[in-house]
């Protein structure tokens, strides 16, 4: 096993080779190199972002009210509002019978109105 004394010379040795030498790599690949902000070239950018989004969210309403259109057209189809015509009303032979001496009685005074005008 391995004593404290070695194992803190071991830590040093690697934070010396992998981190001491990168900190300076790191430090002198930026010095010199000033960040430069153009800000006509940042605004120019966000106003295309914010011209593009909104083109975006103008498409999305488009879509939501051809949406909405086609929605309350199949909903038209399928719920009718309309009152549905009832089936025929399926008549006994009582009141078939009744229509008929109806229909009979209005003959023939149409034929006795048609034999008096001839």
Known sequence: MKTLKEINKEAEESYETYFKENIEKNDEAFRGKDV??????????MTKKK????????SLHVLKEELKAEAMTSYTKVFDDKPKKQSA?????????????KEK??????????KKKK
């Open 89 to 101: 009303h399926r008549k006994n032979v009582d009141e078939v019978y009744c229509e008929f001496n």
């Open 36 to 45: 430069v902000l153009d800000t006509h070239a940042l605004e120019d950018e």
């Open 51 to 58: 011209i593009a989004e909104e083109n975006k969210i103008d």
């Open 105 to 114: 009685e209005e003959m023939l005074e149409k034929m006795a109105e048609y």
